[in-house]
Nanobody, 113 residues
Framework: VQLVESGGGLVQPGGSLRLSCAAS???????LGWFRQAPGRQREFVAR???????SVTNSLRGRFTIARDSAENTVHLQIDGLKPEDTAVYYCNTYPPNTNNWGQGTQVTVSS
């Protein structure tokens, strides 16, 4: 199983980013999720999406975070709007619930002016 995240970067507050996660090595019929880990904090759940496209976003992030999947491309995306400095973190994708063996390198999102 390989999950490769991309799309992070340095963004000013209020900006947007679209993160992508390309999955390979397993069938795409899993619930997939995005997680993040801010400096000095534990990794936390951000959003998940079912095989049929039903989504769930953690309460504090609703309205700014949107998860979507492209089954044809074996890719799951995380659209982040209205970025805030507290969104600064490394963002990871994984199955949901997460499998310890699936953690990749993540993609760094830094929100700063």
């Amino acid at each position: 199983v390989q999950l490769v995240e991309s799309g992070g970067g340095l963004v000013q507050p209020g900006g947007s980013l679209r993160l992508s996660c390309a999955a390979s090595g397993f069938t795409f019929d899993h619930v997939l999720g995005w997680f993040r880990q801010a400096p000095g904090r534990q990794r936390e759940f951000v959003a998940r999406i079912s095989i049929t496209g039903v989504t769930s976003v953690t309460n504090s992030l609703r309205g700014r975070f949107t998860i979507a999947r492209d089954s044809a491309e074996n890719t799951v995306h995380l659209q982040i709007d209205g970025l805030k400095p507290e969104d600064t973190a490394v963002y990871y994708c994984n199955t949901y619930p997460p499998n310890t063996n699936n953690w990749g390198q993540g993609t760094q999102v830094t929100v700063s002016s």
